[in-house]
T-cell receptor
Framework: ETGVTQTPRHLVMGMTNKKSLKCEQH?????MYWYKQSAKKPLELMFV???????ENNSVPSRFSPECPNSSHLFLHLHTLQPEDSALYLC?????????????FGPGTRLLVL | SQQGEEDPQALSIQEGENATMNCSYK?????LQWYRQNSGRGLVHLIL?????REKHSGRLRVTLDTSKKSSSLLITASRAADTASYFC?????????????FGKGTKLSVIP
């Protein structure tokens, strides 16, 4: 257990559905991240929140919408996804100060878009 | 692209042997980290080495960093079947305000019992 939980662990959705992924960290960290991991591609950083403010958005399509209501929770809202969005979505957290730069990852949500 | 490049892409060894994986990068870094991922799971942090460090140890893991060659290596000694996983280097590039870690494609290690 890394202290970062993600739900659901598996999700199958049609292209017209709307769903949300949830991430919760129990580590008291101040930064949270969404990554996308596709087969044979490097881990792609999607969004970064630091102190609940979105600080990075790496040209992610608008069909992915993040939400960070507090420093412990992070959501990724999904709508009208495409089959190529099928991937493992990983959440991570870290303490961004001069001491900690290690990221702690959740187990991921395996998403299949039909 | 600034991503790290791991080498080899795949490695298969017998239990008890040592495994060495390499990572190269392009510009100046703040630190370099190694992570492990079991199939379909989240990544687990193994070790962090800062730009002013040359070598770090953690149990059976040894990481070296050569900033002149812009490369790092991860050595796993006396490998076990349980070490079978993908290993990624992640780079924190120098530069103010960057929270990003840039990951490579990983090395897939198979340890045969």
């Amino acid at each position: 257990e890394t202290g970062v939980t993600q739900t659901p662990r598996h999700l199958v959705m049609g292209m017209t559905n709307k769903k949300s992924l949830k991430c919760e960290q129990h580590l008291g960290h101040n930064a949270m991240y969404w990554y996308k991991q596709s087969a044979k591609k490097p881990l792609e950083l999607m969004f970064v929140y630091n102190f609940k403010e979105q600080t990075e958005n790496n040209s992610v399509p608008s069909r992915f919408s993040p939400e960070c209501p507090n420093s412990s929770h992070l959501f990724l809202h999904l709508h009208t996804l495409q089959p190529e969005d099928s991937a493992l979505y990983l959440c991570a957290s870290s303490q961004e100060d001069t001491v900690g730069e290690t990221q702690y990852f959740g187990p991921g949500t395996r998403l299949l878009v039909l | 692209s600034q991503q790290g490049e791991e080498d080899p892409q795949a490695l298969s060894i017998q239990e008890g042997e040592n495994a060495t994986m390499n990572c190269s990068y392009k510009t100046s870094i703040n630190n370099l980290q190694w992570y492990r991922q079991n199939s379909g799971r989240g990544l687990v942090h193994l070790i962090l080495i800062r730009s002013n460090e040359r070598e770090k140890h953690s149990g059976r893991l040894r990481v070296t960093l050569d900033t002149s060659k812009k490369s790092s290596s991860l050595l796993i000694t006396a490998s076990r079947a349980a070490d079978t996983a993908s290993y990624f280097c992640a780079i924190r590039y120098s530069g103010a305000g960057s929270y990003q870690l840039t990951f490579g494609k990983g090395t897939k290690l198979s340890v045969i019992p």
